[in-house]
């Protein structure tokens, strides 16, 4: 390959504007005369960076290497012609906004007329008249400047939203886990518990093939599952008995008071900024995390039997995002700890979910859980609620009913006075206790206890 690249060539008269001159000019031409002819004349203008070759058929990889900012294109050369390389260079992503000068000595116009559908920017003739070829390359670098400019300041601006999507995207989840944490803040042991469920759902959602878009959607919308518990009084949220059909008639009504909670927040800041971009004419539609999240809040206690509130829905009548949470908020609920009930080993959990498969769960969706169950043991593991940490890891070790002990406080004087005591008489021989049996897992007493891990009435 005859190719040069020139980056000091002295000129003969005073530089122009240096955002010009200290551009890179390339030069294809099969004459070597022509080119430094044509080099020539630039130079005494002030351009001192040539690219230069005189094989046609490495010019185009050459111009991906050196990035010219204009191309000086002979058209009649051997190997590969001037057009050939031309509509290379307008496919390929990175020549294609090379302003191009043609260079012939053929001045038809069906010549000129193909360079220019090929994307030619313009056209010299030779022999080159100097004064012809110094304003046209002059006004191509200009333009190919400004072509730089634009682009460097939409990559800036690209950035600058990319960053900005990026803050809107965590404070929108701040927010939304905010308001999920408000519904479950006075129940002080549910600790994680919104979050668990938010990850489970999306790992269950992806199992069930949807795609990684509206998985996200689910996994923060299935945050807000029980925002309603904020419209619920503390003796009910808290009561660590079972439940009068009062209170749980009340209870209930969390799925409505969450639904209205989700949907009025929807309105109000759509209706927000609507008055913001009246003038612009920008519609803003309705936010479709708060859309999933309005219906999984609704629709999460239904039942796949139908026997589930608040409006004893029935199979696929069920959203399947309401189907997904109600087998991830049930399974979380009966592994954690809450006023009215202890953990349940997590094994003892996964037998329960399996029971209510076609009766309490869509089947499908609880097939896609048990799929999943060591990604859903990893949650548990990383989002364990720090109050009930020990319990955690004693329900991975061991299926059987956890057994609490507590620490025996020191003995006062008085009562170390009345050991010693008791240890100067004489011992009096009692009966041996009967010996006790830890009482059998049958499958009703899981069935009672699945039935009732949500709150016992």
Not at 284 to 306: F, L, Q, T
């Amino acid at each position: 390959m005859n190719a040069t690249t020139t980056d000091k060539f002295e000129p003969t008269t005073s530089p122009i504007s240096a955002d010009v001159v200290n551009r890179k000019i390339m030069i294809v031409d099969d004459e070597p005369v022509n080119i430094k002819v044509v080099q020539k004349y630039l130079a005494s203008n002030g351009y001192s960076r040539f690219v230069t070759t005189t094989d046609s058929l490495t010019a185009v990889e050459l111009m991906r290497s050196e990035s010219p900012d204009v191309l000086l294109l002979d058209v009649m050369m051997p190997g590969i012609d001037g057009f050939y390389i031309l509509e290379k260079m307008r496919s390929d992503p990175k020549l294609k906004f090379i302003p191009v000068l043609i260079l012939t000595a053929v001045a038809d116009p069906e010549t000129k007329e193909r360079a220019l559908r090929l994307g030619a920017t313009d056209f010299l003739s030779k022999p080159v008249d100097p004064a012809d070829l110094r304003p046209r390359v002059r006004n191509a670098l200009i333009a190919k400047a400004h072509q730089d400019e634009l682009e460097h300041y939409a990559e800036r601006l690209e950035h600058q939203v990319r960053v900005r999507t990026a803050e809107l995207e965590a404070s929108r989840r701040d927010v939304i886990c905010c308001l999920a944490g408000a519904g479950e803040y006075r129940d002080q042991e549910t600790g994680n518990h919104v979050i668990r469920v938010g990850l489970f759902s999306g790992i269950i959602g992806r199992q069930l093939g949807l795609d990684d878009e509206t998985a996200s959607i689910l996994e923060q919308a299935a945050l807000l599952h029980d925002v309603g518990k904020i419209g619920v009084s503390d003796l009910i949220l808290l009561k660590p008995g079972k439940l009068t059909d009062e209170e749980f008639a009340i209870m209930k009504r969390h799925c409505e008071f969450g639904k209205n909670i989700i949907a009025s927040s929807d309105i109000r800041w759509r209706k927000v900024g609507r008055q913001k971009l009246d003038e612009e004419k920008i519609t803003i539609g309705k936010s479709p995390i708060m859309e999933m999240a309005a219906r999984i809040a609704y629709s999460h206690h239904e039942r796949w039997d139908g026997t589930g509130y608040p409006e004893g829905l029935r199979s696929e009548d069920i959203p399947l995002e309401g189907r997904i949470v109600a087998i991830t908020d049930v399974f979380d609920a009966l592994s954690s700890v809450r006023p009215y009930k202890e953990a349940i080993p997590p094994q003892r959990c996964f037998e329960m979910i399996r029971e209510g498969r076609g009766s309490h769960f869509d089947p499908a969706v609880t097939d896609a859980f048990f799929a999943s169950k060591e990604e859903i043991l990893q949650v548990q593991r990383e989002y364990v609620d720090r109050l009930s940490e020990t319990d955690f890891k004693a329900m991975n070790t061991d299926t059987s009913p956890t057994k609490k002990t507590t620490q025996t406080p020191a003995p006062t004087a008085q009562q170390k006075a009345v050991q010693e005591n008791a240890a100067n008489q004489e011992p009096v021989e009692r009966a041996p206790a009967p010996a006790t049996k830890p009482a059998p897992i049958e499958k009703n007493s899981l069935k009672q206890a699945f039935l009732a891990s949500r709150r016992p009435r």
